[in-house]
């Protein structure tokens, strides 16, 4: 999730099985007619996603209008879903989540169907009972005032309203800020966009541009995302860009960047590193995983960055540290994401490790120095009080479980050697990528690759409140 531009952050977390992509989490069945579950089943974050569902893809089409006065800001947002699912249960009724946002209308495969809506919960029930395995289109007309979002730390997230627009950065539930969706990275699904924004505005989303057409004061920007994706990595951000379009030499990846127009050209230099950083991460991780990548620099500021898939969302300036983390996320945390939240420290230990790995080839500075540097840190310090493998949903992103997290990943590079270390991560991407999986997971990968047992060291670095011996 977002790195924080000081510093990294990271979540671990101890998991069982491994799920394949898009498949949520469904409610156990109970005779005749059944209700989905109204969460994909993660303690952290209980009604986030659904069960009885798999999104399969979202078809959003939407309508904005930015704030009046930069004094007041609130916009206007309203859009039509069309959302494709299969259906996982026996179902009279099934969730989505929606938040802030008002449903007005909803058709279940053409017809209409009832809903209501209360605690973020959309709760549909279509006209006729829907057996299990089968695919239906729901079609869900919403709307209303769009403002400011704060995640449970109390930094903005979701679609924030800007002055001259809107950023969107959703990690880790902010997506049913601006769309009805199953909120929750074990159900990814693709998406396109067609983003309606007043003449003069540029509409940037995740994937590749497909068009954009100007009639009567406004311009309709379309995007699609073919790479299956969790929710929270989907972006609409609304603003005064500069688009530059090109394809990296090295790697041949499509890179589409947009830059704000009011930042000066300093705050974006950070993405002339990414053709070699493509290159030195597909060396270290295989293939890119995504039909193109790209950046979205904006002149609000945040106080963080997002692994938006396909286009890394940076508020303020695009530093090239923070350039590495993001592109890394590409193949760690996007490619191949968590299975709970708890699990987080794949996602953000694997990105701040690459970015020492990046700062050792591009700067000589190498890694052994900053896990010292982490190594250094007191045993009486609260740093190592944090259990990595479960942080609590108020710990997802702090400093001790992206810096932790790296450092394990470092000891565990020792332990193995690099050549058996370089194995596991191109697995781990190879074996999990475009799904789901979790830490336990990745130990019984790691002992794999080397042979041996490594519950002690996995036990000490992630599962325990201390500093490891």
């Known amino acids: 999730m977002p ?12 998991a069982t099985a491994t799920l394949l992509a898009g498949a949520a989490v469904a409610a156990p069945s109970s005779g005749a007619g059944t209700v989905g579950s109204e969460g994909a089943g993660d303690p952290y974050f209980p009604r986030a996603g659904n069960g009885g569902i798999d999104v399969v893809r979202y078809d959003l089409r939407l309508d904005y209008d930015p ?43 053409g017809r209409l169907a009832r809903f ?49 627009g809107a950023m969107v950065a959703s990690q880790p539930d902010g997506s049913s800020t601006w769309f009805p969706v199953s909120d929750h990275p074990t159900d990814k699904a693709r998406f396109r966009f067609r983003v309606r924004v007043p003449e003069g505005l540029v509409a940037v989303a995740n994937g590749l541009p497909v068009d954009r057409t100007t009639r009567r004061g406004h311009t309709a ?66 293939p890119y995983p995504f039909a193109a990548y790209g950046a979205i620099v904006d002149d609000d500021d945040l106080g963080y960055a997002l692994e938006t898939q396909t286009r890394s969302l940076f508020s303020g300036a695009a530093e090239e540290e923070v350039v590495a983390h993001e592109l890394a996320h590409q193949w760690l945390g996007n490619h191949v994401s968590v299975e709970r939240w ?30 010292d540097a982490v190594r250094a840190i007191p045993a009486s310090d609260p740093f190592w009080h944090t259990v990595l493998a479960d942080p609590g949903p108020r710990g997802l ?59 002690g060291f ?9 500093k490891p011996a």
């Open 3 to 14: 790195v924080r531009r000081w510093r990294t952050a990271v979540v671990g977390g101890v």
């Open 67 to 109: 704030p009046s006065s930069p004094r007041r800001l609130v916009g206007r947002l309203d859009g039509v879903a069309v959302i494709t699912l299969r259906t996982t249960q026996r179902l009279t009724r099934f969730d989505l989540d929606l938040r802030g946002l008002r449903a007005e209308r909803v058709r279940v495969d």
């Open 116 to 164: 209501s809506h209360g605690r973020g919960e959309l709760r549909i029930r279509p006209a006729r009972t829907l057996p299990a395995g089968e695919v239906v289109e729901v079609r869900i007309a919403y709307g209303g005032r769009t403002g400011r979002p704060r995640d449970l730390g109390g930094a903005l997230y979701g679609w924030v309203t800007t002055a001259d």
């Open 221 to 286: 920007w379309s995007w699609h995302a073919a790479d299956p994706m969790a929710p929270y990595l989907a972006t609409v951000t609304v603003g005064n860009f500069r688009l530059d379009r090109y394809r990296d030499r090295s790697t041949g990846v499509l890179v589409v960047d947009a830059v704000d127009r009011d930042l000066p050209r300093s705050a974006a230099a950070g993405l002339a590193a990414t053709g070699d950083m493509l290159d030195f991460f597909e060396r270290r991780f295989g």
């Open 342 to 371: 708890a699990d987080i420290w794949l996602n953000e230990g694997w990105a701040t490790y690459a970015t020492w790995l990046w700062a050792e080839h591009a700067h000589g500075r190498p890694a052994r120095r900053a896990y």
């Open 397 to 455: 992103f702090d400093a001790p479980v992206y810096d932790r997290g790296a450092a394990t990943l470092h000891a565990l590079r020792t332990r193995l050697g690099d050549r058996d270390f370089l194995r596991l991560a191109r697995l781990w991407v190879w074996r999990h990528g475009g799904g789901n999986a979790g830490t336990a997971v990745f130990q019984a990968l790691a002992e794999e690759v080397s042979g041996t047992d490594l519950s």
């Open 458 to 466: 996995f036990d000490a670095w992630v599962r325990t409140p201390r």
